[in-house]
């Protein structure tokens, strides 16, 4: 079993729709999480953290459930340029600092 | 400043060749990673570094892989003799606080295609 794993995608909506992502992760001792966007054969950009508490940014907010071993991500509003894959982020500090990608979700926003 | 630099961007090459990536980090990052990206397996760590020091190649599939980090300004990733299931795209990632802001800066890639 992969340590992080993703809806496999691809999520094809239209403009102005609210589309969730979500994430497992399979180690415990992972401490934090994060998502990173790639846009078509471009290198991966870190997004947003994700804390217990949720945290969000504009028209994105992310969660984490640690009882469930569970990230999300909601894109609420989405644009044509929110069009990429986005990878959910495991970091293993008690593997020092490691971060594992997961295999990433394609999101497709038409007009 | 400039961001993470890689080369070359794209490489073609035979079944039997050594291939030799290069990475340039950002200046004063303390981290560097190396990533291979396919369609079927997604971003997977093959090795990262520790000022200079690597600290878990777990992720090098076999012994035909080797990387090096003479000094903090450079990394090379080697495969001798590379192998058509060998053909991906290698990231270069470096960082500074990455165990705080789970940030890490990715060079362009360089995309390799074995034949």
């Known amino acids: 079993r992969k340590e992080v794993e993703q809806d496999p995608g691809p999520f094809n909506v239209p403009e102005g729709a609210t589309v969730a992502f979500n994430c497992t992760y399979s180690n415990s001792a992972s401490q934090s999480f994060f998502w990173y966007r790639q846009d078509c054969r471009k290198e991966p950009k870190l997004l947003m953290s994700?804390?217990?508490s949720g945290n969000e940014d504009g028209r994105f907010t992310a969660q984490l459930n640690r009882a469930s071993q569970y990230i999300s991500l909601l894109i609420r509003d989405s644009k044509l340029s929110d069009s990429a894959t986005y990878l959910c982020?495991?970091?293993?500090?008690?593997?020092?600092?490691?971060?594992?990608f997961g295999q990433g979700t394609e999101l497709s926003v038409k007009p | 400043d400039a961001g993470v630099i890689q080369s070359p961007r794209h490489e073609v090459t035979e079944m039997g060749q050594e291939v030799t990536l290069r990475c340039k980090p950002i200046s004063g990052h303390d981290y560097l990673f190396w990533y291979r990206q396919t369609m079927m397996r997604g971003l997977e760590l093959l090795i990262y570094f520790n000022n200079n020091v690597p600290i878990d190649d777990s992720g090098m599939p076999e012994d035909r892989f080797s990387a090096k980090m003479p000094n903090a300004s450079f990394s090379t990733l080697k495969i001798q003799p590379s192998e058509p299931r060998d053909s991906a795209v290698y990231f270069c990632?470096?960082?500074?606080?990455?165990?705080?802001?789970?940030?890490?800066?990715f060079g362009e890639g360089s995309r390799l295609t074995v034949l």
């Open positions: 994700v804390y217990s």
């Open positions: 990632a470096s960082s500074f606080l990455h165990r705080e802001t789970g940030e890490l800066f």
């Open positions: 982020v495991g970091a293993l500090y008690n593997q020092g600092g490691k971060l594992i």
